[in-house]
């Protein structure tokens, strides 16, 4: 099913519900008798509507609900420029109450519950191990509190699914700082405690190398796309997170640095404590709610104020997108539901902004977008295709 078609039966659903609590305008009845028309499933629907016996429970929690309240909420949560475009976005927002609330979040026809079944499911805890040796574990096979030892190195998943790593002694040997690198692929991230104890949550796609144990006086990590790090404290060997555009230097403190090869800008952004971060030519000492910004065309080094909430949705569970380019949007999505995007018409004016789930599906997020009015969508297996209005 199209965003479109998807967006034509929500507001059939709406013209439904409506009906059930106040008479119709002659245009609304008339697209009623056009809906009904178009197939026996759409006259089934309608004759259950209007059986008492069906309702009467779902028209009392209508009347009991607080559709302008709800309707703030949500506008809140899902706003476009343009007036024409917000218009769209809270009819449509007003349909989706109703939907939810008195059809229990199921769509209307019984065909779309084979649409259901297919739809593409959000990113899960998936990362894997490579060892110094060359060998792998895949961490989300480890059951809770289960060990392994590879290559000296002592590997275990705690209860609430952490992985720790740790070198594993040797009677006689004198500890190596051999480099590990825990990889999460497209559509899956993970958190592991490194051997100082500071704890790393790792984004979809990507990767971050580390040492069993820090024997040096620095502890070296090297990342590649992004990552919280909450780091112990320890003044005799500074923490630093290396990536291609900047060095970060750090004696305690929390901290996220996105550092995507895709991404035209890297961003360090700081929650606690203090961070220098360096470039090639400029380096900058940054503050508490600060964020740090280079760029792949040229050495500039950027300190701006952050958005905290943004920076860390993903780690919290959340898209947040406040005022973004469409294709930068889908570029954040595409990396989570592991799927392929193509654009039909402009997208340079496609700016959204909003605040969604990561654990529903990729259709719940799309239908979102789409029902401002300026994007229709068609999902083909793993392949997206995004279409200007």
């Not at 990767?207 to 090297?222: D, G, M, Y």
């Not at 003044?235 to 901290?255: A, D, H, S, W």
């Not at 280079?294 to 943004?310: C, K, P, Q, T």
Request: hydrophobic letters at 40%.
């Amino acid at each position: 099913m199209t965003s479109k078609a998807f967006y034509k039966q929500e507001h059939i659903i709406y013209l439904l519900s409506k009906r059930l609590q106040q008479p119709l305008s002659i245009e609304e009845e008339e697209e009623i008798v056009v809906w009904r028309q178009t197939s026996q499933a759409n006259q089934l629907l309608f004759e259950q509507l209007n059986d008492p016996s069906k309702v009467s429970s779902w028209l009392e929690k209508m009347k009991a609900y607080d559709l302008e309240a709800s309707m703030d909420r949500i506008k809140r949560r899902m706003v476009v420029n343009s007036k024409r475009q917000k218009r769209r976005t809270v009819y449509w927002m007003a349909a989706s109450i109703l939907i939810f609330l008195c059809m229990g979040g199921v769509f209307m026809y019984e065909k779309n519950h084979k649409e259901v079944e297919q739809m593409i499911p959000p990113g899960r805890p998936i990362a894997q191990l490579k060892l110094h040796d060359g060998s792998t574990v895949d961490l989300d096979r480890l059951s809770a509190g289960e060990s392994t030892s590879r290559a000296g190195v002592r590997i275990t998943k705690t209860a609430d699914g952490q992985i720790t790593c740790n070198y594993t002694t040797v009677s006689g040997r004198k500890p190596v700082a051999n480099y590990n690198t825990i990889a999460t692929p497209i559509g899956g991230e993970y958190r592991v405690v490194l051997p100082d104890g500071s704890l790393v949550w790792l984004n979809a796609n990507s990767s971050l190398a580390f040492p069993s144990q820090f024997t040096e006086r620095k502890r070296n990590v090297r990342l590649t796309g992004e990552a919280y790090f909450e780091i112990v404290h320890d003044v005799e060997r500074p923490f630093i997170v290396n990536t291609r555009q900047q060095t970060i230097y750090v004696l305690g403190t929390k901290f996220n640095v996105q550092a995507y090869q895709d991404e035209l800008a890297m961003k360090t952004t700081l929650l606690e404590g203090a961070v220098q971060v360096r470039t090639a030519h400029q380096q900058q000492v940054l503050k508490v709610g600060e964020e740090a910004r280079s760029y792949v065309a040229d050495d500039r080094l950027d300190i701006e104020r952050a958005d905290i909430e943004a920076a860390l949705a993903w780690k919290n569970g959340y898209f947040v997108f406040n005022d973004e380019n469409l294709v930068d949007i889908m570029k954040k999505i595409g990396r989570w539901y592991q799927i392929d995007v193509t654009y039909v018409g402009d997208m340079e004016d496609k700016i959204f902004a909003g605040t969604f789930s990561k654990r529903k599906s990729l259709q719940h997020l799309l239908s979102s977008l789409a029902a401002t009015g300026e994007i229709t969508y068609e999902i083909k297996g793993r392949r997206v295709t995004i279409m200007s209005e």
